[in-house]
């Protein structure tokens, strides 16, 4: 019973330190500061991953570190092109060997949109790019009945947007 609440405990703190990282890196301009702080979310998401014994989660989670890594490496030029490809092919094969059905398909959409806005590399398409890839996991953790997830991955996607319409569209443009 005791171990229980401290999974529970752990779990909660877990994600709200993700959650914490992923909004602040929606409000920074730059890209490496942005990309550290979703590195330290990924890293969080795959502890809660692992307390709560989701192996399957925890893997993805894994990727998505791993391809945080990677891209914050590239701060000033794109990563190769085959670094993406590589990345696609191994959330292609998580999602094969995680496959619930067609439920399935919105987290891997998600995970391709996102990879693709940091592959890419312009904050603001990355800042884009976390709004729209989220959007399939709002869909797929109100379908899964995850309604905690539900409400950190809405927050998280209202902060992606306000920092896209705040820094990237509504920047002042200087006066001549």
Do not use: H
Request: hydrophobic fraction near 55%; charge should be positive.
């Amino acid at each position: 019973m005791e171990s229980d609440v401290i999974t529970l405990i752990l779990e909660q703190a877990f994600g709200i330190f993700a959650l914490i990282c992923t909004v602040v890196s929606m409000q920074l301009k730059k890209k490496r500061p942005l990309m550290i702080m979703q590195t330290s979310s990924e890293a969080f998401i795959v502890a809660q991953y692992l307390v709560k014994g989701a192996i399957t989660g925890s893997l993805m989670a894994v990727v998505s570190f791993v391809r945080d890594v990677i891209f914050t490496k590239y701060e000033t030029q794109r990563a190769p092109i085959w670094i993406l490809l590589v990345l696609y092919a191994v959330m292609i094969g998580l999602t094969v060997l995680s496959w619930a059905g067609t439920i399935s398909i919105l987290p891997f959409v998600g995970s391709i949109i996102y990879a693709f806005a940091l592959w890419y590399g312009e904050v603001k398409w990355i800042r884009l790019g976390n709004a729209l890839g989220n959007t399939p996991y709002i869909i797929y953790t109100l379908l899964t009945g995850n309604y905690a997830l539900f409400v950190m991955t809405v927050i998280e996607v209202a902060s992606a947007a306000i920092g896209f319409l705040r820094i990237d569209v509504m920047k002042k443009t200087p006066r001549r």
